[in-house]
Every structure is written in structure tokens, then in C-alpha cells.
Nanobody, 123 residues
Framework: EVQLVESGGGLVQAGGSLRLSCAAS????????IGWFRQAPGKEREGVSC????????YYTDSVKGRFTISSDNAKNTVYLQMNSLKPEDTAVYYC????????????????WGQGTQVTVSS
């Protein structure tokens, strides 16, 4: 059974940092695309960053470039999202997703999803 479990969310002041984790099981982790998405109340799910676990290539949406860093520890089957210089507009539920065939920002490209973790940034 494929499982993705996010953790690391919480409440932080603007300018602070959080590190999210996405622990995966049930599939061949080192040949997948893993994406981080977020969804704020009343808004569509937005792709934030993604990584290829096979070659380590990383991608970021413009709003998080220079502030967020995605990384993968294939030995632990875990992808991380280090979030620095957080802003109130980063407040959302953050999800990780996995796909054997797709790497990008469209939610429709991913086959497996975690349950999400709440990130709240206060001003």
C-alpha cells in the first residue's frame, strides 16, 4: 500500500522557518517525481516545488524561489521542504504527492497524496 505522510507543519511568525517532511512507503522511491502543493482556504491547490528522486533535479514556483528548498533522502524514503523567510501568504495546508510518470505543478499529474499538514504564518 502506497502511503505518504507529511509532518512538520505548525504556527510560526513571519520571517521564521519550518521544515516539512514527506515520508513515503509502498513504492520504489528512487524513481519518482515528488511534489509539494499547498491549498489556502477558498483557493485552488497550488504547486510549490517538486523533485525527481532519480536525478535530484528540483523546481520551484516563482513565489517561493530563494526561500524554500526541496531535498530528498532516498535512504530514508523522505522528501523535505525547508521553508525560510515565511510570509503570511504562505499560510495553507501543505501536501506532498508522488508520481511515477510526472514531475510538475499540475495536481492531476500525481497518483498518490498525503493527508496534508497545516502551516500558519502570523504577521
Amino acid at each position: 500500500e502506497v502511503q505518504l505522510v507529511e509532518s512538520g507543519g505548525g504556527l510560526v511568525q513571519a520571517g521564521g522557518s519550518l521544515r516539512l517532511s514527506c515520508a513515503a512507503s509502498g513504492f520504489t522511491f528512487d524513481d519518482y517525481g515528488i511534489g509539494w502543493f499547498r491549498q489556502a482556504p477558498g483557493k485552488e491547490r497550488e504547486g510549490v516545488s517538486c523533485i525527481s528522486t532519480s536525478d535530484g533535479s528540483t523546481y520551484y514556483t516563482d513565489s517561493v524561489k530563494g526561500r524554500f528548498t526541496i531535498s530528498s533522502d532516498n535512504a530514508k524514503n523522505t522528501v523535505y521542504l525547508q521553508m525560510n523567510s515565511l510570509k503570511p501568504e504562505d499560510t495553507a495546508v501543505y501536501y506532498c504527492a508522488a508520481s511515477a510518470k510526472y514531475l510538475g505543478y499540475s495536481p492531476w499529474g500525481y497518483d498518490y497524496w498525503g493527508q496534508g499538514t497545516q502551516v500558519t504564518v502570523s504577521s
